[in-house]
């Protein structure tokens, strides 16, 4: 099963700012086979970006995913206050079991 | 527009059984994978099981293994998930997936919480 590893774990920034999210695979995972999820408070959550940097239908150009091979990143451009949410990056290369990093919480200052 | 209806979730005791429903719509339901995903209270996303478009294959999470059965039927667009022999630990959200084109999770449910107390 391949684990994967989220830093860090709550990032706090000023409205505007760039978020810089990591995701750390234990084995190497396929960039085609590598997606993140927002979790706004109280919602489910939503697909960001497949395939390591194509983003979902409707998701803002300030969010911008890159990586290869086990380490992976997530970029939130010139943050607003609805981006306040958890992300998760997943991987879908060695599935089952589809597997989720623990999370990353980010706040606004 | 996709939506994914799930109902079914309550309050249970150590031990006994629960069935979630999961109603898909605005889509071609027979069409597609299906997942559970769930989320205990304060933490994070764990893949649960997965029924593939025409109930030919299914998988489970390793820790429901034995307990839980995901099945589906395409005429009423429903997907289910049987949950027997529960446990504390069980106690989450239970989100209603579908599975995208590559296997990615593009639409969710807003989720029905299980609780598992006595």
């Known amino acids: 099963e391949i684990v994967l590893t989220q830093s860090p774990g709550t990032l706090s920034l000023s409205p505007g700012e760039r978020a810089t999210l990591s995701c750390r695979a234990s084995q190497r995972v396929s960039s085609t086979y590598l997606a993140w999820y927002q979790q706004r408070p109280g919602q489910a959550p939503r697909l960001l970006i497949y395939?390591?940097?194509s983003r979902a239908t409707g998701i803002p150009d300030r969010f911008s995913g890159r990586g290869s091979g086990t380490d992976f990143t997530l970029t939130i451009d010139r943050l607003e206050p609805e981006d306040v949410a958890g992300y998760y990056c997943?991987?879908?290369?060695?599935?089952?079991?589809?597997?989720f990093g623990q999370g990353t919480k980010v706040e606004i200052k | 527009q996709v939506q994914l209806v799930e109902s079914g979730g309550g309050v249970v005791q150590p031990g006994k059984s629960l069935r979630l429903s999961c109603a898909g719509s605005g889509f071609i339901f027979n069409s597609y994978a299906m997942h559970w995903v769930r989320q205990a209270p304060g933490k994070g996303l764990e893949w649960v099981a997965v029924i593939w478009y025409d109930g030919s294959n299914k998988d489970y999470a390793d820790f429901v293994k034995g307990r839980f059965t995901i099945s589906r039927d395409n005429p009423k667009n429903t997907v289910y998930l049987q949950m027997n022999s529960l446990r504390a630990e069980d106690t989450a959200v239970y989100y209603c997936?579908?599975?995208?084109?590559?296997?990615?999770?593009?639409?969710w449910g807003q989720g029905t919480l299980v609780t598992v107390s006595s």
């Open positions: 395939g390591t940097s």
């Open positions: 997943q991987q879908y290369d060695s599935s089952p079991p589809w597997t």
């Open positions: 997936v579908r599975e995208g084109l590559d296997p990615y999770f593009d639409y």
